[in-house]
């Protein structure tokens, strides 16, 4: 099924039939991805003296009890709630429904002598993205584009099961790649990656507090109306999948928290 969007004076034709999975699945049985070396996320089925909620142990169904933490163990799309004392929540926020996305494809870099305002904790063994990457990869847009899909090279299914730690620190987004984002009026941004900051930063997160607009050392609105923006981290976007226009539908899990679980799904576009 295709279906015709308009964005501005653009009319796209989307073909439905076609979705492309870009989250990263848990496996409670098996190899999973982990940031911060917390707990593995697990399952269990429900127990009590007169209640089993497994057919293995004699129940009439299967019902399980999950234990997660959506920052540190799959794909997640969280909301300015993430960094500020108040209660800002992921699930007040219009995001499921297509929106128009860009996918592009970034080779992080580490040698990048005094060009770029730093993490204070940045190691010369870091790699990171910049604002000119960016704008080398997206060009002029000729239309609006909502949602910026960022898949970093190289690229492969290790991604699915990473750990991430202070061994093994990943890849980050420099300021002035927070700055491109934002001049190109990007509402959601999409990573694959852990997070916009370096993993180790004394708490910091300097670029989330700039892409909404949360002035650095704080923790507080003051009073503005929270960003509407959102990020979305460790996605997993296919080799197979070219760079180019997309539309995507985030796909995010009502939960009444700072970041939920969510399953994006990108379209491909026919004419």
């Known amino acids: 099924m295709d279906s015709f969007i308009h964005v501005g004076k653009h009319r796209f034709q989307v073909d439905l039939c076609s979705p492309i999975d870009i989250s990263i699945p848990?496996?409670?049985?098996?190899?999973?991805?982990?940031?911060?070396?917390?707990?593995?996320?697990?399952?269990?089925?429900?127990?009590?003296?007169?209640?089993?909620?497994?057919?293995?142990?004699?129940?009439?169904?299967?019902?399980?009890?999950?234990?997660?933490?959506?920052?540190?163990?799959?794909?997640?799309?969280?909301?300015?709630?993430?960094?500020?004392?108040?209660?800002?929540?992921?699930n007040n926020f219009a995001l499921?429904?297509?929106?128009?996305?860009?996918?592009?494809?970034?080779?992080p870099e580490s040698d990048l002598g005094k060009r770029e305002k730093l993490s204070k904790y940045h190691c010369s063994t870091d790699k990171v993205i910049t604002g000119e990457m960016i704008e080398?990869?997206?060009?002029?847009?000729?239309?609006?584009?909502?949602?910026?899909?960022?898949?970093?090279?190289p690229n492969s299914n290790e991604k699915l099961t990473m750990k991430?730690?202070?061994k093994n620190i990943p890849p980050y987004f420099c300021l002035s790649a927070i700055e491109v984002i934002k001049k190109l009026n990007i509402s959601?941004?999409?990573i694959?990656?852990?997070?916009?900051?370096?993993?180790i930063d004394g708490g910091s997160l300097i670029g989330h507090h700039l892409f909404w607009d949360i002035p650095m050392n704080t923790h507080s609105l003051s009073?503005?109306?929270?960003?509407?923006?959102?990020?979305?981290?460790?996605?997993?976007?296919?080799?197979?999948?070219?760079?180019?226009?997309?539309?995507?539908?985030?796909?995010?899990?009502?939960?009444?928290?700072?970041a939920s679980l969510s399953r994006p799904v990108?379209?491909?576009?026919?004419?």
Do not use: M, W
């Open 26 to 90: 848990v496996d409670f049985e098996g190899d999973q991805l982990n940031y911060f070396n917390v707990q593995d996320s697990q399952s269990r089925p429900y127990e009590t003296e007169n209640i089993k909620g497994s057919t293995l142990l004699g129940g009439g169904c299967n019902f399980d009890i999950v234990s997660i933490i959506p920052h540190c163990h799959t794909t997640h799309t969280e909301c300015v709630g993430h960094i500020v004392d108040e209660s800002i929540l992921i």
């Open 96 to 107: 499921n429904g297509l929106k128009s996305a860009y996918v592009i494809s970034i080779t």
């Open 136 to 153: 080398n990869k997206i060009g002029d847009l000729d239309f609006p584009v909502e949602v910026l899909v960022v898949r970093t090279l």
């Open 164 to 166: 991430y730690n202070r």
């Open 188 to 190: 959601h941004l999409c």
């Open 192 to 199: 694959d990656l852990p997070s916009l900051d370096r993993a």
């Open 223 to 258: 009073q503005k109306t929270p960003s509407t923006s959102t990020i979305t981290e460790l996605i997993f976007v296919p080799n197979e999948i070219k760079d180019g226009n997309y539309f995507i539908n985030l796909q995010v899990a009502n939960l009444s928290l700072d």
């Open 266 to 271: 990108l379209y491909p576009i026919l004419t």
